[in-house]
């Protein structure tokens, strides 16, 4: 049987904040039902939070299992975006109870932060070493369509002044190691990249999730024609 899987972090996930986006509104969902009508057994997997190292683990552990004949993947987001503290930095906070605290203070100053500290929870050395060896553990798929990271609205640039370049970067190492990216995604126009995310600044509404929808359809059905 001809199978699609389908592996998103939050931003392809349905939500109740910011704002409410149904699962019905999702692209991943949205795709289902279209390449469903091609013949393909579709199986979606959301996971909030999934960082390139993270999503080794699982296609090692699991994702390998489904035996997909194509992958659309869209990651990232967690691996580039600028920190204000380590995650061992918060295992110490915690440990000495500071963790609220800090916390407190980290979201009250991190655009100051952010942009003095310079942290990612993925080096661009390691997101490229986990891409290959993603790609290794699913060798034997047709094929994989990434989806970049989008391209961050004026709102996230004020909260994260160096996520712009961070995306740039990291959608850079995409571009250059795997052979399809939906490179129309990370090519909106700005006043459409504005209309796209919820008030959190960087999920998907239902409008992004109709643009990302109709970009995805386009690229898989390359793979079938």
């Keep these: 049987m001809k199978r699609l899987l389908i592996i998103t972090d939050s931003l392809g996930a349905p939500r109740v904040t910011p704002e409410i986006c149904c699962y019905d509104d999702t692209w991943p969902c949205k795709v289902k039902q279209d390449v469903e009508k091609f013949g393909y057994d579709v199986v979606i997997h959301t996971i909030n939070g999934l960082d ?23 990651f990232g987001i967690v ?14 906070f915690r440990m000495f109870y500071l963790h609220k605290i800090m916390a407190f203070l980290g979201k009250k100053h991190h655009a100051k932060l952010s942009n003095l500290r310079n942290s990612t929870v993925t080096t661009e050395k390691l997101f490229k070493e986990n891409l290959k060896r993603i790609l290794e553990i699913m060798h034997s798929s047709i094929g994989s369509i990434f989806i970049p990271i989008g391209l961050p ?42 209309k796209i995310y919820t008030s959190d600044h960087h999920h998907l509404n239902k409008y992004g999730h109709d643009k990302l929808y109709l970009e995805v359809m386009n690229c898989f059905r390359s793979f079938i024609v």
């Design 153 to 194: 609205c004026k709102g996230y640039t004020k909260i994260s002044p160096r996520i712009n370049d961070k995306i740039h970067r990291f959608n850079d190492i995409l571009k250059n190691n795997v052979e399809f990216v939906i490179r129309e995604f990370e090519g909106l126009e700005s006043n459409e990249i504005e």
């Design 79 to 92: 691996d580039c975006a600028p920190r204000v503290f380590t995650g061992k930095e918060k295992l110490v």
């Design 52 to 74: 390139s190292t993270q999503l080794v683990s699982f296609a090692e552990e699991k994702l390998k299992l489904y035996r997909p004949s194509i992958i659309i993947y869209q």
